[in-house]
């Protein structure tokens, strides 16, 4: 069975400083990856995913993760981060050759102003 | 226009009642989804249907009974509610199952006295 891991349960952060979460996943096969964000409140919403091509991929907000197949991961980065961005935000792997889409335990990321 | 719209937004009842959940999307998708967020934001699927069909069932106890009337509908509803159903639960939906960007509902935040 897939399972997701993010280590970083809580993260705080100053403004203007750079952000990066970690995803790992323990399917070897063809996978799908996606990160959600969920502001305070609200419900989850895309911030980007990768199917194929270049692993390097780029979401909303000034959002980007890393695909490194060799390492099982999907890190979630961003430059410079802003207070907006204080959410929680769940990395989720789909094995393509399954029917489950498998999310890690989230990170709870706060921006201090 | 809400993609994925889901009633009530709060709901607190008594141990041992019977309550239903309901979920509406317009987007025109084929898979709807049931998913679970605990207190620390741990995320679990419920249920999945594709085509108003049952197609993942996880380790859900059988108080809980999705039902789809149609393709725009799945609802949940949940018998003798215990303190342990204390949760928000999410709708998604997705245009096949799992393999594409699902679309999440604002939740249910259920609460059990």
């Known amino acids: 069975a897939q399972s997701v891991s993010q280590h970083n349960h809580h993260v705080i952060l100053s403004e203007a400083a750079s952000l990066e979460l970690g995803c790992n996943y323990s399917y070897g096969g063809t996978v799908n990856l996606f990160w959600y964000v969920q502001y305070p409140g609200q419900h989850l919403q895309l911030l980007l995913k990768?199917?194929?091509?270049?692993?390097l991929v780029k979401g909303i907000k000034g959002f980007e993760a890393e695909f490194i197949k060799s390492k099982f991961s999907f890190n979630l980065r961003k430059p410079s981060v802003q207070w907006s961005d204080t959410a929680e935000y769940f990395c989720a792997v789909n094995a393509k050759a399954g029917n489950m889409l498998t999310f890690g335990g989230g990170t709870r990321l706060m921006v201090k102003p | 226009d809400t993609a994925v719209s889901q009633t009530p937004k709060y709901l607190v009842t008594q141990m041992g009642n019977d309550k239903s959940i309901k979920c509406e999307q317009n987007l025109g998708h084929d898979t709807m989804y049931w998913y679970k967020q605990d207190s620390k934001k741990f995320l679990k699927i419920m249920f999945s249907?594709?085509?108003?069909?049952?197609?993942i069932n996880e380790t859900v106890p059988n108080r809980f009974s999705p039902k789809s009337p149609d393709k725009a509908h799945l609802n949940l509803h949940i018998n003798s509610l215990e303190l342990g159903d204390s949760a928000v639960y999410f709708c998604?939906?997705?245009?096949?199952?799992?393999?594409?960007?699902?679309?999440f509902g604002p939740g249910t935040r259920l609460l059990v006295l």
């Open positions: 249907y594709n085509n108003k069909e049952l197609i």
């Open positions: 998604a939906s997705s245009q096949v199952p799992y393999r594409e960007t699902q679309y």
């Open positions: 990768y199917f194929s091509g270049d692993p």
